[in-house]
C-alpha cells in the first residue's frame, strides 16, 4: 500500500493480484442530473404529473442492447455533498459530511478522481461548483466552468451553464472524462415541488440536452447519466423516505463492441411502478466506473461492480474478484474490521483458485461476502451505545437537580460557593472520582468501556459529589425539600408560572421533528406573548404615576416591536421551505444601516442611562466616542468586504486594489477585536463608575457663618447614584457586543443592536413591575438570546455555520483566532444575554451596604439561565436517543441536540471566566467606594 503526500491509503495497480485490468473505454461522459428521482425517466401510463413521462429518453435507449437503466439507491442522509463522495469514494456517509453540505472542503480519501488525475488523464467539468471545492486539484483549471449552486430559486444559471460550454468541450475531445452537472430539476422541486409546470418544462430541457449528447457521442466514450438522490412530494430531500433514496443510473455506449451484459431484462409493472427494476447502490458505481476505465479500485470503497456494466460473466467476475480483494485491504488496516470474516474471505480465495463454481455462482459468493461486509460497516458505523447514552442522560440530569436547588432553594448555599471550602470540595471529590475509575477499569475491566471514558465519566461523577457535599453537610435532604417547597408556595406568581410553561413547552417541542424545524417561530411567539402581557401588566398596575405607566408602556412596546422586525432577519432551513423566505443576505442597503447604527445605537444607549441620570465619567467615553468610532469601524470593515465580492464595484477593486482592501479589512478586524476583547475589558476593570459628584457652592449658606464657623462639608449631589451597579457594569456588555457585531454579518449586527435595545427595554420593564426576583426574568433573557442565534443567520443545523468568518483575523487557519471568530459568530448573542443577567439584579439599584446579598441574587439568576439550558439540553438529548433510528435524526434531531450541548458548554465556560469575572470587579468597586 503506498503513501502519498497527505493522502495515506491510496490504491495502486500493484495491490492484489497484480495489475489494473484492460480499460474498456477511452473516455466517459458523466452527467449528474441532481434530485433525478427514478420515476421522473420510466413510462407512467395513465399520469398527467408533470413529473412523468417528460423525460423518456433514457428508457429509449435501455431497449437497446448498449444502454441500460438502473435504479440507483442512495444511502442517508440524502444531500449533495454527502452523495458526491460516496459516487467517488465508495465509502458510507457521516452527518459531518451531511452537515458540510455548503462548506465542504477537499477529499482527501482515495477516489476515482484521484486516481484518474494519478494516470495523467485530463479532467473536465462544468456545472455545480461542489465539484470543485472536493475536487479542485484533479480538475484542468482550463476546463473546468463551476456556477454557484446555493441558490435554489435560480432554475436556469447553472444549468444553460451547462449546456453552454457542455457541446463545445465535447467537439474539443481534449478531455479523458467530462463531468456535466445539472441543478434545475433539484431546484425546481425545492422552490415549487415536483408537481409544478416547471418541471416539466425542465424534465424536457434534460431530454434535448441528453439526445444531442447520444448524437454526439462516439463509439469509444461511455456514457453515464446518474442522479445523486430523489425528492419526497414537497421537492425537498435529506432523509431517507424511498422518493429521497430512489435516483437513477443509465449507461450507455454508442459501439458494436461494446454492449452491456443484461443478465434481466427490465420489466415494468404497472401497478406497483417501478418495482421490478433492479436497484444497485450507489457505492458501486465506484468499483464499476475504476474497474471500466482500467483504474485501481479506490481503498476505501465498500461497494460491488455493477453485473450489466460488463460484456461477459468472465470479465464480471475478474473485476469481482479485484474489488473483493479491495475490501479485504480496506478491512485489515481498519482494526474494527481487521479480525472478522476471516473465514470466508479464505473460502472464497480457495473456490477461486480451484475454479470448481460457474462465473455466475461464484459472482454471486464474491456478492455475499461483500454485502456481509456493507452491513457489519453499517452496524459499527451507525451503532447507538446505549449504555453511554444512558450514563450520559443519568450525568444530565443530576446536574439539573443540583442546579434546581442552588438556582431557588438554599440561598446561604450561593454565598458559600465562592468560599475555598465549596471549590476545594469539587477540585477534591474529581481527583477521588477519577482515582476510583481508574481503579475499576483496571480490576473489572469494563466491556465497551476505554480508560479515557471511564476516566470523564470518574471525573464527571465526582464533580457532582464535590457539588452536592458541602450542600448536604449543613443541610437536611428535609430542609432543602422545604425550601423548595417553601419557594413555589411563598414565591410563586403568575409570572412565576408562565416562566415555567414557556421552558416546558420548549422542551417539548424536541418530541416532533416539525415544531423542532420551526423552532425559531415558536420562540418569537413566546417572547411576543411575554411582551403583550407586559403592556397589560403595566396598563392595570396601580402605585405608579402616569408619565412612569407611558414610559414602561413604550419599552414594552419597543420591546415587541424589535422581536417581530428581528424575526423578519432570516436563514431558511430546507425543511421550512416553501413556507420561509430567505432574508439573511448582504446587499446595499444592509451596508447602510450598519453605517446608520454606528451612530443611533449609541443614542440610543444614551437615552436609557440619561433616564437613571447616569451619562457621566466613564459613560460619554465609552458610549459617545469609542463605540461609536467601533461600530463605525465595524460598517467600514463589511463595506470593504462588500466592495472586494460585488460585481458593480469591480472599477473599485481595480482602482484601489485588492491587495489594498484585504489589508485594511485584516487590519480593521485585528484592531477592533484586540480592542474590544482584550484593551477595552482591562481598561473596563481599572476606570472609573458611570457617577458625577456635583459639589453645590451656596453663598448664602456660607454668608450666615462667621469664617471661624463655616462647616468642612459643603452640600453635594451624586449623579448616578441610583444606577451606580448597573450603568458601569453594562459597560462590560458593550466591549463584548463590540466583538459579536464585528464577526456578525451586516443584517445579523442589526439584529444584535435590536438585542442591546431590548435588554435596557426589559430591564426598565423589570424594575417597573418589580419582577427582577421572578423566574420569569431570566428566562425571557434565555429565549432573546435563542430568537437572536435564529435572526444572526443561524439554525440548529451543521450547513448555517458560517465557518468563512472565522477567516476575518487571519488567511489562514490559526489557533485560536480562526476559531475565536466561529465561536464568537455562532454563539454571540448567548454570550451577550450570559453577560447581562446580572443587569436583572444591578439596575437602578443603588449600592448596598451588604453586597454578598447582592451577588447571591445575581448568582440565583445566572444559576436559573444556566438551569434552563440545561433542561432543553436534557430534553433534546432524552427525544434525540429516543428517536434515533427516526429518518430525520441526523438531519433534526441530532443538530438540535450538538446545539444544546454546545450551549451548555459554552454559556457555563463563559459565565465563569467572564461574568463572575465582571460582576465580582464591579461589586468590589462600588463597595470599596460606597460601603459603609
Known amino acids: 500500500m503506498e503513501v502519498i503526500g497527505r493522502y495515506p491509503n491510496i490504491s495502486t495497480c500493484g495491490d492484489g493480484s497484480g495489475s489494473c485490468t484492460e480499460p474498456r473505454f477511452d473516455k466517459a461522459i458523466i452527467l449528474v442530473i441532481d434530485a433525478l428521482r427514478f420515476d421522473f425517466v420510466i413510462p407512467v401510463p395513465c399520469s398527467s404529473k408533470n413529473y412523468h413521462n417528460n423525460f423518456p429518453i433514457l428508457h429509449q435507449l435501455a431497449q437497446r442492447d448498449n444502454g441500460v437503466l438502473l435504479k440507483f439507491i442512495a444511502d442517508p442522509p440524502t444531500t449533495t455533498l454527502q452523495r458526491l463522495k460516496g459516487l467517488t469514494t465508495g465509502s458510507l456517509p457521516t452527518i459531518l459530511d451531511a452537515g458540510s453540505n455548503f462548506n465542504g472542503e477537499a477529499i482527501e480519501e482515495d477516489n476515482w478522481l484521484l486516481q484518474l488525475h494519478r494516470k495523467n488523464k485530463t479532467i473536465a467539468f462544468v456545472g455545480d461548483d461542489t465539484w470543485t471545492s472536493l475536487f479542485n486539484e484533479y480538475i484542468d483549471p482550463e476546463l473546468s466552468f463551476p456556477y454557484d449552486s446555493l441558490n435554489v430559486w435560480d432554475l436556469h444559471t447553472v444549468d444553460n451553464g451547462v449546456i453552454k460550454h457542455l457541446f463545445p468541450l465535447i467537439k474539443s475531445n481534449n478531455w479523458d472524462i467530462l463531468i456535466g452537472h445539472f441543478l434545475g430539476v433539484d431546484h425546481v422541486g425545492h422552490r415549487f415541488g415536483p408537481e409544478h409546470y416547471s418541471m416539466k418544462e425542465k424534465l424536457n430541457q434534460m431530454n434535448e440536452v441528453v439526445d ?109 474478484n479485484k474489488t473483493i480483494e479491495q475490501i479485504k485491504r480496506f478491512r485489515d488496516l481498519t482494526p474494527s474490521l481487521a479480525n472478522t470474516l476471516l473465514d470466508s474471505f479464505d473460502d472464497l480465495v480457495q473456490k477461486y483458485a480451484m475454479e470448481s463454481s460457474s462465473d455466475w455462482k461464484m459472482v454471486d459468493e464474491f456478492k455475499k461476502f461483500q454485502f456481509a461486509s456493507l452491513e457489519e460497516c453499517k452496524s459499527i458505523w451507525a451503532r ?40 476545594g470540595s469539587v477540585i477534591a471529590m474529581t481527583i477521588m472520582g477519577v482515582v476510583l475509575s481508574f481503579s475499576v477499569f483496571i480490576v473489572l475491566k469494563p466491556g465497551g468501556f476505554s480508560l479515557k471514558i471511564c476516566l470523564l465519566i470518574g471525573a464527571a461523577v465526582g464533580m457532582m459529589i464535590g457539588f452536592w457535599a458541602p450542600i448536604m453537610d449543613r443541610f437536611s435532604v428535609g430542609y432543602i425539600w422545604q425550601q423548595t417547597v417553601d419557594f413555589f408556595l411563598y414565591n410563586f406568581d403568575s409570572w412565576s408560572f408562565m416562566g415555567i410553561v414557556f421552558v416546558a413547552l420548549h422542551c417539548l417541542i424536541f418530541a416532533s421533528n416539525s415544531y423542532v424545524v420551526w423552532e425559531d417561530k415558536i420562540v418569537q411567539y413566546f417572547l411576543l406573548s ?51 423566505e430567505a432574508t439573511f443576505n448582504t446587499s446595499w442597503w444592509s451596508i447602510v444601516m450598519l453605517h446608520a447604527i454606528a451612530y443611533l445605537l449609541p443614542s440610543a444607549i444614551k437615552s436609557f442611562y440619561k433616564l437613571s441620570d447616569s451619562y457621566y465619567s466613564a459613560a460619554p467615553l465609552w458610549i459617545g466616542t469609542c463605540l461609536k468610532f467601533f461600530l463605525f469601524m465595524n460598517a467600514t470593515y463589511w463595506t470593504l468586504e462588500y466592495l472586494s465580492h460585488s460585481e458593480s464595484y469591480k472599477a473599485a477593486n481595480s482602482m484601489i486594489g485588492a491587495p489594498l482592501i484585504k489589508s485594511l479589512k485584516l487590519a480593521i478586524a485585528r484592531l477592533v477585536l484586540f480592542v474590544s476583547l482584550v484593551l477595552a475589558n482591562f481598561s473596563w476593570s481599572r476606570g472609573p463608575l458611570c457617577v458625577k459628584l456635583e459639589i453645590e457652592e451656596d453663598s448664602d449658606l456660607n454668608a450666615s457663618y462667621d469664617s471661624d464657623e463655616i462647616p468642612n462639608h459643603k452640600p ?101 483566532f480562526t476559531h475565536l471568530n466561529i465561536v464568537l459568530n455562532t454563539f454571540g448573542p448567548f454570550f451577550i444575554i450570559a453577560l447581562s443577567v446580572p443587569l436583572i439584579t444591578l439596575w437602578k439599584v443603588v449600592p448596598s451596604t451588604k453586597p454578598i446579598t447582592v451577588l447571591s441574587h445575581i448568582i440565583t439568576n445566572i444559576a436559573t439561565l444556566i438551569t434552563y439550558f440545561l433542561f432543553t439540553g436534557l430534553s433534546s438529548s432524552i427525544f434525540a436517543a429516543h428517536f434515533r433510528r427516526h429518518l430525520m435524526v441526523w438531519k433534526i434531531f441530532a443538530p438540535r441536540f450538538m446545539l444544546s450541548a454546545m450551549l451548555i458548554i459554552c454559556v457555563n465556560g463563559f459565565v465563569i471566566l467572564v461574568t463572575l469575572w465582571g460582576t465580582g470587579r464591579i461589586l468590589k468597586q462600588v463597595n470599596r467606594i460606597f460601603g459603609k
Open 384 to 423: 447507538f451505545d446505549l449504555r453511554l447514552i444512558s450514563i450520559g442522560i443519568g450525568i444530565l440530569f443530576l446536574s439539573l437537580t443540583f442546579m434546581i436547588t442552588y438556582a431557588r432553594s438554599i440561598p446561604a448555599v450561593r454565598v458559600s460557593t465562592m468560599s475555598f471550602e465549596f471549590i
Open 530 to 580: 411575554f411582551g403583550s402581557c407586559c403592556v397589560f401588566a403595566i396598563g392595570v398596575r396601580q402605585g405608579i404615576t402616569r408619565k412612569a405607566k407611558i414610559l414602561a408602556i413604550s419599552h414594552a412596546a419597543t420591546f415587541v416591536i424589535l422581536t417581530r422586525l428581528s424575526a423578519m432577519i432570516s436563514v431558511c432551513r430546507e425543511e421550512q421551505k416553501p413556507y420561509c
Open 716 to 816: 453635594a449631589t451624586i449623579h448616578g447614584y441610583g444606577n451606580v451597579y448597573g450603568s458601569s457594569y453594562f459597560l462590560l456588555v458593550l466591549n463584548i457586543t463590540v466583538a459579536v457585531m464585528l464577526t456578525t454579518k451586516p443584517l445579523g449586527a442589526l439584529s444584535i443592536s435590536f438585542l442591546i435595545i431590548q435588554i435596557l427595554s426589559l430591564l426598565e420593564i423589570f424594575d417597573t413591575l418589580s419582577i427582577r426576583k421572578n423566574l420569569i426574568s431570566p428566562i425571557i433573557f434565555g429565549l432573546l438570546g435563542y430568537h437572536h442565534f435564529f435572526s444572526t443567520g443561524h439554525q440548529a443545523t451543521l450547513p448555517s455555520i458560517q465557518w468563512e468568518l472565522g477567516f476575518m483575523t487571519t488567511e489562514t487557519i490559526v489557533f485560536p
Open 212 to 320: 444531442k449528447v447520444v448524437n454526439n457521442l462516439d463509439n469509444n466514450t461511455l456514457l453515464v447519466i446518474m442522479g445523486d438522490h430523489g425528492m419526497d412530494y414537497t421537492g425537498n430531500h435529506g432523509g431517507d423516505a424511498p422518493d429521497e433514496l430512489e435516483s437513477t443510473l443509465f449507461m450507455y455506449s454508442k459501439g458494436e463492441n461494446n454492449k452491456f451484459l443484461k443478465k434481466q431484462r427490465e420489466i415494468y409493472d404497472i401497478n406497483e411502478m417501478g418495482k421490478n427494476y433492479r436497484q444497485v447502490n450507489q457505492i458501486d458505481l465506484v468499483p464499476t466506473i475504476s474497474l471500466l476505465l482500467g483504474l485501481p479500485i479506490p481503498f476505501n470503497n465498500l461497494g460491488f461492480p455493477i453485473d450489466e456494466a460488463f460484456a461477459s460473466s468472465k470479465t464480471l467476475l475478474a473485476g469481482a
